[in-house]
């Protein structure tokens, strides 16, 4: 089944979120405007740079990795793509590809250059005149995945002329308008300022168009409700985590509205057996919790929801409902993540507070060229360890090295989050 997509665009002016290429008045913080389109619906991100100058658009570039990092839908690069370099800058940023421009003199050349090194599948073209496809319909077809249409105009011309799938970004918020040009066969998707609004709930136009049989990316479960083991009360409990940390957030049950209404929405719905009714977590609030998945245990008695959680899972202001300690034994994590996480705030915390006679501070103190130093020589050491079959010594070489590794982040300014998001990518 061919689904089809809705399209959320960036556009960034010297490092900064823009409302569009005539309007320089600022959309807001483009990291929280990502974080938002990767939990509610979005299916891609079209980001436009619209640098003057080269200094502009290293700046936008730096954007754009940024934005790659911490989203997982797939973004595509647009803007001041002048040669094959820039093409190779933004597929490594970590854009799935990249929109040429079709109103350069050059647009053949450069697309037959970056089909030629990157794959076709890589190149899109933004149009908004049918002109390129009347000159270069051969090569259009030859080295062009798929258009990007910036006027609503010529989308019956483009219908007519070239079998090339497109989509659309348009300003209108009018729906009939929208399911009109979904309904075309070789629109795969649409976006604009519409999509690209914060307050817009995507997922509530996914019904919508469902309705009007325009299939979207929505969730859809493996097993029928009917098929779960329920309580007493005909509902479930659900075990609830963050997706990225894999902290336990809180724990709630769900009758079979519930379900569906998480299913339908993206968000998690629960039943509130206080109320007696329908609960969506964050209605009031605003702290919401977007599904990134949901499994049923081997009983299929219990549901564990990974979630994107928007602020505080409990009500008492607490990042998780799980913060009252009862009875605790002395004992050592052997979660890589979780050790490497702690040592990492340990750092953070001597960078910030300064503790007399501290080895950590000492690095500090003397600045990033000791730092440097230091791993060059615990690098050393693993090598010659290494060579030596004594294992202690080449672990305690390693973790030298992890150490020192630890106190260039913090003093770099990078996270965990950073590598692990870099590791991911590749």
Same mark, same amino acid.
């Given at each position: 089944?061919?689904?089809?997509?809705?399209?959320?665009?960036?556009? #960034?002016?010297n490092?900064?979120a823009?409302?569009?290429?005539?309007?320089?008045?600022?959309?807001? %913080?483009?990291?929280?405007?990502?974080?938002?389109?990767?939990?509610?619906?979005?299916?891609?991100?079209y980001?436009?740079?619209?640098?003057?100058?080269?200094?502009?658009?290293?700046?936008?570039?730096?954007?754009?990795?940024?934005l790659?990092?911490?989203?997982?839908?797939?973004?595509?690069?647009?803007?001041?793509?002048?040669?094959l *370099?820039?093409?190779?800058k933004?597929?490594?940023?970590?854009?799935?590809g990249?929109?040429? %421009?079709s109103?350069?003199h050059?647009?053949?050349?450069?697309?037959?250059?970056?089909?030629?090194?990157f794959?076709k599948?890589?190149i899109?073209?933004?149009?908004e005149?049918?002109?390129?496809?009347?000159k270069?319909?051969?090569?259009?077809?030859?080295?062009?995945?798929?258009?990007?249409?910036?006027?609503?105009?010529?989308?019956e011309? #483009?219908?007519?002329?070239?079998?090339l799938?497109?989509s659309?970004i348009?300003?209108s918020?009018n729906?009939?308008?929208?399911?009109?040009?979904?309904?075309?066969?070789?629109?795969?998707?649409?976006?604009?300022?519409?999509?690209s609004?914060p307050?817009?709930d995507?997922?509530n136009l996914?019904?919508l168009?469902?309705?009007?049989?325009? *299939?979207?990316?929505?969730f859809?479960?493996?097993?029928?409700?009917?098929?779960?083991k329920?309580?007493?009360?005909?509902?479930?409990?659900?075990?609830?985590?963050?997706?990225?940390?894999?902290?336990?957030l809180?724990?709630?049950y769900?009758?079979?509205?519930?379900?569906?209404?998480?299913?339908a929405l993206?968000?998690?719905?629960?039943?509130?057996?206080?109320?007696?009714?329908?609960?969506i977590k964050?209605?009031?609030?605003?702290?919401?919790?977007?599904?990134?998945? #949901?499994?049923?245990?081997c009983?299929?008695?219990?549901?564990l929801?990974?979630?994107?959680?928007?602020?505080v899972?409990?009500?008492?202001?607490?990042?998780?409902c799980?913060?009252?300690?009862?009875?605790?034994? *002395?004992?050592?994590s052997?979660?890589?993540?979780?050790?490497?996480?702690?040592?990492?705030?340990?750092?953070s915390?001597?960078k910030l507070?300064?503790?007399?006679?501290?080895?950590?501070?000492?690095l500090?103190?003397?600045?990033?060229?000791?730092?440097?130093?230091?791993?060059?020589?615990e690098?050393?050491?693993?090598?010659?360890?290494?060579k030596?079959?004594?294992?202690?010594?080449?672990?305690?070489?390693?973790?030298d090295?992890?150490?020192?590794?630890?106190?260039?982040?913090?003093?770099t300014?990078i996270?965990?989050?950073?590598?692990?998001?870099?590791?991911?990518?590749?």
């Amino acid at each position: 089944m061919e689904y089809k997509n809705l399209i959320a665009t960036i556009y #960034l002016k010297n490092g900064v979120a823009v409302k569009g290429r005539g309007n320089m008045e600022s959309a807001g %913080d483009w990291k929280e405007l990502a974080k938002v389109y990767n939990d509610s619906g979005v299916d891609k991100l079209y980001v436009f740079d619209l640098a003057d100058t080269e200094k502009e658009h290293d700046i936008n570039l730096h954007a754009l990795k940024e934005l790659c990092h911490i989203i997982e839908i797939p973004i595509y690069g647009a803007g001041r793509i002048e040669h094959l *370099e820039d093409i190779k800058k933004i597929l490594y940023a970590g854009c799935k590809g990249v929109i040429l %421009d079709s109103s350069r003199h050059d647009i053949i050349r450069l697309a037959e250059e970056g089909a030629r090194r990157f794959g076709k599948e890589k190149i899109l073209i933004s149009m908004e005149t049918v002109d390129l496809i009347f000159k270069h319909k051969k090569e259009v077809q030859e080295h062009i995945h798929k258009l990007v249409v910036l006027n609503e105009d010529i989308v019956e011309s #483009l219908e007519n002329i070239t079998n090339l799938p497109f989509s659309v970004i348009i300003s209108s918020d009018n729906k009939k308008h929208w399911i009109q040009i979904l309904k075309k066969e070789c629109v795969t998707g649409m976006g604009g300022d519409y999509v690209s609004n914060p307050n817009t709930d995507v997922m509530n136009l996914k019904i919508l168009l469902a309705q009007q049989g325009i *299939e979207t990316r929505k969730f859809k479960s493996s097993m029928q409700w009917s098929e779960f083991k329920l309580n007493g009360d005909g509902m479930i409990p659900v075990i609830v985590q963050d997706y990225q940390t894999c902290e336990v957030l809180m724990l709630a049950y769900m009758n079979e509205e519930a379900y569906h209404t998480t299913l339908a929405l993206g968000k998690m719905a629960y039943y509130s057996r206080s109320r007696k009714k329908l609960w969506i977590k964050g209605e009031t609030s605003g702290h919401y919790q977007y599904v990134k998945s #949901l499994t049923i245990d081997c009983d299929k008695d219990t549901i564990l929801a990974k979630v994107s959680q928007v602020g505080v899972a409990c009500h008492t202001g607490n990042p998780t409902c799980f913060f009252q300690e009862l009875v605790k034994k *002395e004992y050592s994590s052997k979660n890589p993540l979780n050790i490497f996480q702690d040592i990492f705030h340990v750092i953070s915390e001597r960078k910030l507070n300064p503790r007399d006679g501290s080895y950590t501070n000492y690095l500090f103190d003397k600045g990033l060229d000791k730092i440097l130093k230091k791993i060059g020589e615990e690098a050393t050491e693993i090598v010659i360890a290494s060579k030596n079959p004594e294992l202690e010594e080449v672990k305690y070489e390693i973790s030298d090295l992890l150490y020192h590794l630890i106190v260039l982040m913090v003093e770099t300014g990078i996270t965990w989050e950073d590598i692990v998001e870099e590791l991911n990518r590749r």
